[in-house]
């Protein structure tokens, strides 16, 4: 019950296009949902992050969309550039759960010219 | 604010030998985290300290691996003895407790048991 499920596992996408990452939990507890953005070398990095109580958040070409019913949130990166290639991580943490984390397992983006 | 800094940065070290992993949180941060990352299991969190207590250890993988935060600005992750399946990247973590769900992370510390 504490999993989330991320996918895919790997992702190419062309310059310009759109990447779509999905996420899907269980624990309805969870009521904050954070994504990391890691690159090669580097530590995580928080990218962007949405509570239930909205369905979308937008910060430049990121948009979270979350869908409390289905329990699934995903992340769309819109006009997908190069150095957009990461790995990302969704991840979800309940009210008063202590600020620990659940991560997904992750999704390697690669964004080609 | 420097960010969290961890050392060493890489760690080459054979198979029996004694690993001290360091972490220096942000400052005003009151919770600490240690993750293990590797390819195969992905990114798991081993321990994790709420003003300098531990609080769940639940994924330390075994008796080999321990952890402390003495204070406030300084915590270890010790590992001995090391075997050659603890090749992984170790990041710390950490975060403030007004803010649950932004973590910020470490460069991390690459390691290598020969």
């Known amino acids: 019950q504490q999993q989330v499920k991320q996918s895919p596992q790997s992702l190419i996408v062309q310059k310009g296009g759109i990447s779509i990452i999905n996420c899907a939990y269980e624990?309805?507890?969870?009521?904050?949902f954070p994504w990391y953005q890691q690159f090669p070398g580097k530590g995580p990095a928080l990218l962007i992050a949405?509570?239930?109580?909205?369905s979308e958040k937008k910060e430049g070409r990121f948009t979270i969309s979350f869908n409390k019913s289905a329990k699934q949130f995903s992340l769309h990166i819109m006009d997908s550039q190069p150095g957009d290639s990461a790995t990302y991580f969704c991840a979800a943490t309940p009210g008063g759960g202590g600020n620990k984390l659940t991560f997904g397992t992750g999704t390697q983006l690669k964004v080609e010219l | 604010d420097a960010g969290v800094i961890q050392s060493p940065r890489h760690e080459v070290t054979e198979m029996g030998q004694e690993v001290t992993l360091r972490c220096k949180p942000i400052?005003?941060?009151?919770?600490l985290f240690w993750y293990r990352q590797t390819m195969m299991r992905g990114l798991e969190l081993l321990i994790y300290?709420?003003?300098?207590?531990?609080?769940?250890d639940s994924g330390m993988p075994e008796d080999r691996f321990s952890a402390k935060m003495p204070n406030a600005s300084f915590s270890t992750l010790k590992i001995q003895p090391s075997e050659p399946r603890d090749s992984a990247v170790y990041f710390c973590?950490?975060?403030?407790?007004?803010?649950?769900?932004?973590?910020?992370f470490g460069p991390g510390t690459r390691l290598t048991v020969t």
């Open positions: 300290f709420n003003n300098n207590v531990p609080i769940d």
């Open positions: 949405i509570r239930p109580d909205v």
């Open positions: 400052s005003g941060h009151d919770y």
């Open positions: 973590a950490s975060s403030f407790g007004g803010s649950p769900g932004e973590q910020y």
């Open positions: 624990n309805t507890a969870f009521d904050y």
